[in-house]
Protein backbone atom coordinates (compact mmCIF):
# COMPACT_ATOMS: atom_id res chain seq x y z
CA UNK A 1 0.00 0.00 0.00
CA UNK A 2 1.39 3.39 -0.98
CA UNK A 3 0.55 6.57 1.30
CA UNK A 4 1.78 9.81 0.11
CA UNK A 5 3.54 11.93 2.80
CA UNK A 6 1.98 15.39 3.86
CA UNK A 7 3.68 18.01 4.78
CA UNK A 8 4.15 18.18 8.07
CA UNK A 9 3.92 22.14 7.84
CA UNK A 10 1.70 22.77 5.30
CA UNK A 11 1.26 26.52 5.73
CA UNK A 12 4.80 27.48 5.40
CA UNK A 13 6.90 28.91 8.04
CA UNK A 14 5.98 32.42 10.02
CA UNK A 15 8.29 34.52 12.39
CA UNK A 16 7.00 35.56 15.64
CA UNK A 17 8.47 38.87 17.32
CA UNK A 18 7.42 39.74 20.96
CA UNK A 19 9.36 41.05 23.80
CA UNK A 20 7.29 39.39 26.32
CA UNK A 21 8.18 35.42 26.32
CA UNK A 22 4.79 34.08 27.23
CA UNK A 23 3.07 36.45 24.39
CA UNK A 24 5.62 35.15 21.65
CA UNK A 25 5.07 31.40 23.15
CA UNK A 26 1.27 31.80 22.30
CA UNK A 27 2.04 33.68 18.82
CA UNK A 28 3.93 30.69 18.27
CA UNK A 29 1.18 28.27 19.43
CA UNK A 30 -1.27 30.04 17.69
CA UNK A 31 0.85 29.85 14.55
CA UNK A 32 1.27 26.16 14.40
CA UNK A 33 -2.32 25.56 14.94
CA UNK A 34 -2.53 27.42 11.34
CA UNK A 35 -0.24 24.94 10.20
CA UNK A 36 2.66 26.90 10.46
CA UNK A 37 6.43 26.06 11.30
CA UNK A 38 7.24 29.08 13.92
CA UNK A 39 10.31 30.78 14.97
CA UNK A 40 10.60 33.30 17.53
CA UNK A 41 12.07 36.80 18.18
CA UNK A 42 12.18 38.57 21.38
CA UNK A 43 13.36 42.12 19.39
CA UNK A 44 12.83 43.42 16.21
CA UNK A 45 16.93 43.59 16.21
CA UNK A 46 16.32 39.56 16.17
CA UNK A 47 13.49 39.82 13.69
CA UNK A 48 16.02 41.16 11.59
CA UNK A 49 18.62 38.89 12.37
CA UNK A 50 16.31 35.91 11.16
CA UNK A 51 14.79 37.37 8.33
CA UNK A 52 18.53 37.81 7.11
CA UNK A 53 18.81 34.38 7.61
CA UNK A 54 16.13 32.24 6.63
CA UNK A 55 13.19 33.35 4.34
CA UNK A 56 9.58 33.39 6.08
CA UNK A 57 6.05 33.21 4.71
CA UNK A 58 5.13 35.08 7.35
CA UNK A 59 5.79 37.74 10.43
CA UNK A 60 3.56 38.14 13.26
CA UNK A 61 5.18 40.77 15.24
CA UNK A 62 3.43 42.96 18.33
CA UNK A 63 4.61 46.32 19.17
CA UNK A 64 7.61 46.12 21.58
CA UNK A 65 9.86 48.64 22.14
CA UNK A 66 12.63 50.31 20.20
CA UNK A 67 15.65 50.24 18.98
CA UNK A 68 12.92 48.29 16.35
CA UNK A 69 9.64 47.73 17.64
CA UNK A 70 6.96 45.96 15.32
CA UNK A 71 5.92 48.72 13.68
CA UNK A 72 9.65 49.25 12.87
CA UNK A 73 10.03 46.53 11.70
CA UNK A 74 6.99 46.18 9.14
CA UNK A 75 8.50 49.66 7.61
CA UNK A 76 12.05 48.45 7.44
CA UNK A 77 10.31 45.20 5.83
CA UNK A 78 8.34 47.56 3.40
CA UNK A 79 11.49 49.44 2.50
CA UNK A 80 13.34 46.18 1.29
CA UNK A 81 12.62 44.51 -1.80
CA UNK A 82 13.44 41.26 -1.04
CA UNK A 83 11.29 41.71 2.33
CA UNK A 84 8.49 43.50 1.25
CA UNK A 85 6.40 40.92 0.06
CA UNK A 86 6.21 38.92 2.88
CA UNK A 87 2.67 39.42 4.72
CA UNK A 88 2.82 40.96 8.07
CA UNK A 89 0.79 41.09 10.54
CA UNK A 90 1.15 44.10 13.83
CA UNK A 91 -0.43 42.62 16.93
CA UNK A 92 -1.52 45.88 19.02
CA UNK A 93 -2.97 46.27 22.24
CA UNK A 94 -6.10 48.63 21.99
CA UNK A 95 -4.36 51.67 23.64
CA UNK A 96 -1.02 51.19 20.85
CA UNK A 97 -3.75 50.80 18.15
CA UNK A 98 -5.62 54.22 19.29
CA UNK A 99 -2.14 56.24 19.42
CA UNK A 100 -1.55 54.99 15.93
CA UNK A 101 -5.04 56.19 14.52
CA UNK A 102 -4.55 59.44 16.42
CA UNK A 103 -0.86 59.65 14.69
CA UNK A 104 -2.71 59.56 11.13
CA UNK A 105 0.04 56.55 10.83
CA UNK A 106 -0.06 54.09 7.78
CA UNK A 107 -0.93 50.46 9.17
CA UNK A 108 -0.28 46.93 8.41
CA UNK A 109 -2.70 44.44 8.41
CA UNK A 110 -3.43 44.42 12.45
CA UNK A 111 -5.40 42.81 14.90
CA UNK A 112 -6.10 43.45 18.23
CA UNK A 113 -5.25 41.52 21.60
CA UNK A 114 -6.49 39.29 22.99
CA UNK A 115 -7.13 37.14 19.89
CA UNK A 116 -7.18 33.89 18.88
CA UNK A 117 -6.22 31.75 15.75
CA UNK A 118 -9.32 32.18 13.51
CA UNK A 119 -8.53 36.16 13.80
CA UNK A 120 -5.20 35.83 13.26
CA UNK A 121 -5.48 33.73 10.35
CA UNK A 122 -7.88 36.55 9.29
CA UNK A 123 -5.12 39.13 9.76
CA UNK A 124 -2.80 37.13 7.78
CA UNK A 125 -4.83 36.68 4.54
CA UNK A 126 -5.86 40.50 4.51
CA UNK A 127 -1.85 41.23 5.02
CA UNK A 128 -1.39 38.75 1.53
CA UNK A 129 -3.38 41.92 -0.45
CA UNK A 130 -0.55 43.98 0.71
CA UNK A 131 -2.33 46.86 0.83
CA UNK A 132 -1.73 48.84 3.75
CA UNK A 133 -4.93 51.51 5.49
CA UNK A 134 -4.05 54.88 6.29
CA UNK A 135 -6.78 55.75 9.58
CA UNK A 136 -7.10 59.33 10.42
CA UNK A 137 -9.29 60.79 13.55
Known sequence: ?????????PAGSA????????TLS???SLLEELGYAADG????TDGV??????RYDVVVATMGVPPINGYGLWALMQNSSSLDDIPFVLALTQHEYTHLLRDGRELPSNLIIPFGADSLARAI???????????EI
Open 1 to 9: MQTSARPSH
Open 15 to 22: LAVSRDRT
Open 26 to 28: VLK
Open 41 to 44: ALSG
Open 49 to 54: RELKAR
Open 125 to 135: ERSRTGAAEVF
